[in-house]
């Protein structure tokens, strides 16, 4: 039930106009495991009348069954939903509740403490704007206290307070409260709080929590629902430069084009001057509509269709912006990411990003470091595992326009998605465009790739085997370029042991060295095709999306997929330089097909069993692939 208001019984209809126009306050809550983050949030409901009287009722049903409060009410309940929650009496999900006062409404995120669930602490605080981080008295400022915090502070809220909770366990001593308001105050100035508030408060016997306490007569302060009635949450992106995604191009007539999107920054009227990015052409704002009709301005916060005066091309992607400060437009850029998925992040392996209402390919660095969260230390960092937070630099396949997460939490935030699960593997925050993406261009050449096909009579490409070790591949690969040889091509020979003496002695086998082993071989490759060659690439290249890298990186027609299809037990019985026994005695780690996977091809070109055909038979299926493809005669 919301909250009781005389309004309800004079005058209905007026209450429910001023409730659908209250100001809207979304805050987390977050801290050290067993600080009162639920508890606290199950008061502030039961406080403004939130709980329906059958949630009541089951409520104290439950206190009794699995609370920890012994015979009074565990509004801790009211959040921890999840079996789970319940039988440890933690949080682990990310638990989202609506409530309302009469001066303002309210989504509370309450956040789990425990360093495992870092991502879902990242997910609650990514649209708050207040963070109420709970310390407990007794233990006072805590390591998971101060990754918290470093980790609001990341996500760019400004406005924190520090909710000292169980001041009932420490006889609501101002001299404890006192030591933790001087230490939390000194890390929260070394990771940029700027605006920090401190209130005594016990969640369970609900001292400060709606009416001051008696216990705290040395407490002067606002009570925190008082706090959070009258913060002033500085609305930076309203008042900033007008930006809106679009997200749907509305076109119900051949009388009426629109765009159609959220206002993620500033403000429009019809009349102003918008610019069309990345494209970059401009137009002049003709109305801007909604089902209510249309709407002399529009703010932040605000879903509507906006209609242009000139007719130009706008697609579902693109970002409107005022003209005269339009978002910044660039390819590659420095990064805060935070990994969010079981399987490690693989620097150099293709991703997808998700950056307003535009998805494109990216591929990301070498972590330059990765923060200790608990001790904000940069470590070295070949990768990023799960909950692990690193800075990181990301090329994109093609230009997006964007604003630095610190200027605008929408169109600077981003996520990565798996291209083959469409799971949401990480997410992260824009710092700025790398200066090279502006800097370093083309340059044009007189003798391009088609000249030099013309001059070695055959079409450049590449012919990529791929299969267990063992497979032959190897010997295919020798076979089929003397072969080619004979015909008069030019051709060379990338095998997967002679580049590891040499432009890959660097890598091991891990799996992400795979996807840097196979990144770097696909650019070489590319590369040769563009010297007019035709390349045959002997890798076990053990991942779909690398090799689909590989593909992407020559034109249609230019990589031919040769799948050397050789199964595992009889891989091991030739096992000509003894790995697989080695692997298999735990001296070689990594290996493919025993304690690394192998993905096999889906559609290759070309399908080669080796136990029915000869390698010199597979090598003449891969020349009459050739043939047929037309790269030779």
């Keep these: 039930m919301a909250h009781v208001s005389d309004l309800i019984a004079v005058d209905i209809d007026e209450y429910l106009t001023s409730h659908q126009y209250k100001s809207l306050l979304r805050f987390i809550t977050c801290g050290s495991v067993d600080d009162g983050k639920s508890t606290l949030i199950g ?90 981080v ?276 929408d169109t600077g935030s981003f996520i990565i998605i798996d291209k083959r699960t469409q799971n949401t593997v990480g997410a992260g925050m824009l710092h700025f465009a790398l200066r090279r993406s502006h800097n370093i261009h083309w340059q044009d050449v007189r003798v391009d790739k088609a000249t030099r096909a013309d001059q070695n009579n055959h079409r450049p490409g590449v012919v990529w085997l791929t299969g267990l070790s063992g497979s032959g591949k190897s010997t295919i690969a020798n076979i089929i370029e003397s072969k080619l040889h004979a015909l008069g091509a030019r051709t060379y020979l990338l095998d997967g042991d002679n580049v590891r003496h040499g432009l890959n002695r660097d890598l091991g086998f891990t799996d992400a060295d795979r996807v840097e082993n196979i990144r770097r071989i696909a650019e070489v490759s590319g590369l040769m095709v563009d010297a007019g060659l035709l390349v045959l690439v002997s890798f076990i290249s053990p991942f779909r999306a690398e090799r689909r890298l590989a593909r992407e990186r020559v034109e249609v027609g230019e990589f031919i997929e040769v799948h050397v299809d050789t199964p595992l037990d009889v891989a091991e019985t030739r096992d000509p330089k003894g790995l697989y026994a080695k692997a298999r005695a735990g001296e070689l780690a990594n290996f493919t097909g025993i304690d690394s996977p192998y993905e096999a091809p889906e559609s290759p070109e070309v399908h080669v069993d080796t136990t029915v055909l000869s390698a010199e038979e597979a090598a003449d299926q891969v020349i009459a692939a050739l043939r047929a493809g037309g790269l030779i005669s």
């Excluded at 319940?86 to 682990?92: L, N, P, S, Y």
């Excluded at 006889?171 to 920090?196: K, M, P």
């Excluded at 916060?301 to 970002?319: K, M, N, P, W």
């Design 134 to 409: 709970m310390v407990d008295a007794r233990k006072g400022v805590l390591t998971q206290t101060r990754r918290h915090s470093y980790l609001v502070s990341l996500l760019g809220i400004k406005e924190v307070v520090v909710a000292i909770n169980k001041m009932d366990l420490v006889d609501y001593s101002q001299e404890i409260y006192d030591t933790i308001v001087t230490e939390y105050s000194d890390f929260a100035r070394e990771v940029g709080l700027a605006s920090v508030n401190f209130i005594p408060v016990s969640a369970l016997k609900g001292d400060n929590i709606v009416a001051h306490s008696e216990h705290t007569p040395w407490y002067d302060g606002s009570t925190l629902m008082t706090y959070l009635e009258e913060v002033p949450v500085d609305d930076v992106v309203a008042a900033g430069p007008f930006r809106m995604p679009v997200q749907w191009v509305n076109r119900p007539n051949l009388d009426f084009r629109g765009f159609s999107g959220r206002i993620v920054g500033g403000s429009i009227r019809p009349g102003d001057t918008v610019r069309v990015l990345p494209a970059g052409t401009t137009s002049t704002v003709d109305r801007i509509v909604t089902m209510d009709g249309d709407l002399a301005v529009a703010v932040a916060g605000q879903s509507v269709t906006i209609t242009l005066a000139d007719e130009i091309d706008v697609s579902r992607g693109d970002l409107l912006c005022i003209a005269d400060q339009p978002a910044e437009v660039s390819d590659q850029f420095e990064a805060h990411v935070v990994w969010m998925h079981e399987d490690e992040m693989l620097p150099g392996r293709p991703y997808l990003m998700k950056l307003g209402t535009r998805t494109v390919g990216v591929t990301i660095a070498n972590p330059k470091f990765r923060v200790d969260v608990n001790s904000l230390e940069h470590l070295a960092a070949n990768t990023l595992e799960l909950n692990e937070i690193g800075v990181c630099n990301l090329s994109l396949d093609r230009p997006v326009p964007f604003d630095s997460y610190a200027e605008n939490r």
């Design 43 to 132: 008061r502030l409901l039961y406080e403004s009348h939130m709980v329906f009287e059958d949630h009541l009722a089951q409520l104290e049903v439950d206190s009794a069954k699995v609370g920890t409060q012994g015979t009074d009410l565990d509004f801790a309940l009211l959040l921890d939903g999840l079996t789970a929650e319940r039988e440890q009496g933690i949080t682990i999900d990310v638990a989202y509740r609506f409530f309302s006062t009469e001066k303002r409404k309210f989504i509370v995120a309450d956040t789990p403490g425990h360093e495992q669930y870092t991502r879902n602490m990242v997910t609650g605080a990514s649209t708050a704007d207040v963070a109420v």
